[in-house]
């Protein structure tokens, strides 16, 4: 079975700063990982995914993440935040075949002004 | 059309109500998905519908009751709901339950409140 770990289950940072979200996975055959980003009362949109294509995989916003097989990591990134970013981050990961996203826990990303 | 749109976006029922949450997507989706997510926490898969059959069902008590009357649409259908039932409800669809590298376009979400 497929699961991930989200390590933080809140971060803040400073307007301006580097994000840094992390997120470990665990599989025993190659895996699918999401990003997926949620606002207050709002649904899950994905911010970018690894199909096992580039390692270093840009989406929406300005994010980015890093494929890292040999860490089993795939950490969230971002090198300014903006106030707009703050809001709910949760890594996900599939493989082949199975028929639904395994969610971590979340992390919950706070920007200071 | 690129998006999942479920309705209504907020809902108050009685215990002894039955009610239901409607979820519809055109993006030629043929996989469908309910969620479930309590505040704070991730979203917990209900079922799973796939070319409109229901494919999982994750132990999900028979109050809750999934239908899907097409490739477009699927309904929730609620009664004799507990408080504890009170939670986001998301919709999801991609394009197939088995190709999983897409992952998946969620709504909005149905606000549920069990009185």
New interface residues.
């Given amino acids: 079975a497929q699961s991930v770990t989200q390590l933080g289950s809140h971060v803040s940072v400073s307007e301006g700063a580097l994000v840094l979200l992390r997120c470990n996975y665990s599989s025993s055959v190659p895996p699918?990982l999401?990003w997926?980003v949620q606002y207050p009362?709002?649904?899950?949109?994905?911010l970018l995914?690894y199909?096992?294509a580039a390692t270093l995989v840009k989406g929406i916003n300005g994010f980015e993440a890093e494929f890292k097989k040999s860490e089993t990591s795939f950490h969230l990134t971002k090198p300014s935040a903006h106030m707009s970013d703050a809001a709910e981050y949760?890594c996900?990961v599939?493989?082949?075949?199975?028929?639904?996203?395994v969610?971590?826990?979340?992390t919950?990303l706070t920007i200071n002004p | 059309d690129t998006e999942v749109t479920q309705t209504p976006k907020h809902l108050v029922m009685g215990m002894t109500n039955k009610k239901s949450l409607k979820c519809e997507q055109h993006m030629g989706h043929r996989a469908m998905y309910w969620y479930k997510q309590k505040a704070k926490k991730p979203p917990e898969l209900m079922f799973v519908y796939s070319y409109e059959k229901l494919s999982i069902n994750e132990s999900v008590p028979s109050r809750f009751s999934p239908e899907c009357p097409n490739s477009s649409l699927l309904n929730l259908h609620l009664h004799a709901l507990q408080p504890e039932d009170s939670a986001l409800y998301l919709c999801a669809s991609s394009p197939t339950s088995g190709f999983s590298n897409y992952g998946y376009t969620f709504g909005s979400g149905t606000r549920l409140t069990v009185v």
Avoid: I, M, P
């Fill in positions: 699918y999401f997926y009362n709002q649904g899950l949109q994905l995914k199909t096992s949760f996900a599939s493989v082949q075949g199975a028929q639904k996203l969610f971590g826990q979340g919950r």
